[in-house]
């Protein structure tokens, strides 16, 4: 049903709210992500979609490796919801490497999770040092303008987030922990 309502929409879409769409955990989003693929591609050059929320959908890393190919149409997207999903620091090193590619002009990234997953957010401890040289890079591209980034916390690598966005955003720069145990880093 998903599949058939994204091949229908126009290309003047601006806002996609598809958060809770109840895929499971076991269901393919290959056929979701073509889909929108093929939306995304009848733009000329890009499609007008400025807000993609895809929350609560149990997204894994295979999902937003599914769905980097769309960010080449997506010359507008300012804002990226992928709240409670089931994506690691390896999904976000994928998503991040694509939108410096693509020269997506991203303000607002949220990838807050539970914190009973907040943990498995963080279990690769070899992507860790690349999903910090790549947050440094879209820090500092022409294309992204990040001014509010949604993490779950942890204790180490929440220090040295905080410390790249103190660098980049100095007395602009706000941080805090929400009641879900999640590191919000904003622009005052």
Not at 98 to 109: A, Q, Y
Request: with cysteine; proline share 4%.
């Amino acid at each position: 049903g998903l599949e058939i309502l994204l091949t229908c929409l126009p290309p003047c879409l601006h806002h996609l709210e598809l958060t809770g769409c109840n895929l499971h955990s076991s269901s393919s989003t290959e056929p979701m992500f073509t889909s929108l693929l093929q939306h995304c591609s009848q733009g000329t050059p890009d499609t007008d979609l400025c807000h993609l929320a895809l929350a609560s959908m149990s997204l894994t890393d295979t999902s937003l490796s599914q769905l980097t190919p769309c960010l080449q149409y997506c010359g507008r997207l300012s804002v990226l919801d992928l709240d409670h999903n089931l994506v690691t620091v390896t999904g976000v090193v994928t998503l991040i490497d694509s939108l410096i590619t693509h020269h997506v002009p991203l303000t607002k990234l949220r990838c807050a999770a539970s914190q009973s997953q907040a943990q498995h957010f963080w279990d690769n401890k070899c992507d860790v040092p690349d999903f910090l040289e790549r947050f440094e890079s879209i820090l500092n591209s022409n294309c992204s303008r990040l001014e509010l980034l949604v993490l779950p916390h942890h204790d180490i690598h929440s220090v040295h987030i905080s410390k790249l966005w103190d660098e980049k955003y100095s007395s602009r720069s706000k941080r805090y922990c929400d009641g879900n145990g999640n590191s919000v880093y904003c622009v005052q």
